[in-house]
């Protein structure tokens, strides 16, 4: 079965750097989410990437979709405290209605 | 709009009791699933619906039952607890089966003793 893998598990970075989380997928999708889990809360849909290449904009967040549409990338710019949680891609394969997550990546920012 | 409403929110449940989670959307969703959650493991998809009548099995669906006797409600059923199955449960719904917008309810944290 399709199988979404995202990695870092973990991110620790200070106020003010960088983020990048990572998905690949064993299969073609024909789409792929974002969503966003606060501590104690449940997951909050940020995007969806559909076309191959394709790449869209948060203010900070930046998201792209690979041109073989099996990977994906979220980049935070200038990370805030307000971005902690744990960051979940999601995707659809070609042929099936469910919707499998990766394992998600926790960032914690300090101050 | 509710959305997407799960009870209960808390749960202690002793091995082998039976207990049924409540998942209930006022957005008249098509899809609707249910997924557990633990920690370093991600959201793992047990069960889903395409429509009333419709359920498919997901990832890890040993020890849960289902079915959606109408669009509004999708309950997940566990027969016979286990420790293992000691989680949080999120139900979610979105409007097409694939490439929509997933909308969670709150999740039900579920001890088993």
């Known amino acids: 079965g399709q199988q979404v893998m995202q990695i870092p598990q973990y991110q620790h970075v200070q106020e003010g750097e960088d983020f990048t989380t990572y998905c690949n997928s064993s299969?073609?999708?024909?789409?792929i989410q974002w969503y966003k889990q606060r501590p104690g809360g449940h997951p909050v849909f940020l995007i969806q990437?559909?076309?191959?290449?394709e790449v869209k904009k948060q203010k900070r967040l930046t998201f792209q979709f690979g041109e073989a549409k099996k990977n994906s990338s979220l980049h935070i710019t200038a990370t805030q405290t307000t971005d902690v949680g744990t960051y979940f891609c999601a995707g659809n394969s070609n042929s099936g209605y469910a919707l499998n997550f990766g394992k998600g990546t926790s960032l914690l920012v300090t101050p | 709009n509710a959305g997407v409403t799960q009870t209960p929110k808390f749960q202690v449940l002793k091995t082998g009791q039976s207990m049924t989670l409540q998942c209930a959307q006022d957005m008249n969703h098509e899809y609707m699933s249910w997924y557990r959650q633990d920690p370093g493991m991600g959201l793992r998809l047990i069960h889903y619906?395409?429509?009333?009548?419709?359920?498919d099995q997901g990832e890890v669906p040993n020890g849960y039952n289902v079915s959606r006797s109408t669009t509004e409600d999708f309950p997940l059923r566990l027969l016979s607890a286990a420790p293992s199955q000691t989680s949080v449960y999120f139900c979610?719904?979105?409007?097409?089966?694939?490439?929509?917008?997933?909308?969670f309810g709150q999740g039900t944290r579920l001890t088993v003793v």
């Open positions: 990437l559909v076309k191959s290449g």
């Open positions: 979610a719904s979105s409007p097409l089966g694939g490439g929509t917008e997933a909308f």
């Open positions: 299969t073609t999708l024909s789409n």
């Open positions: 619906s395409v429509g009333a009548g419709i359920t």
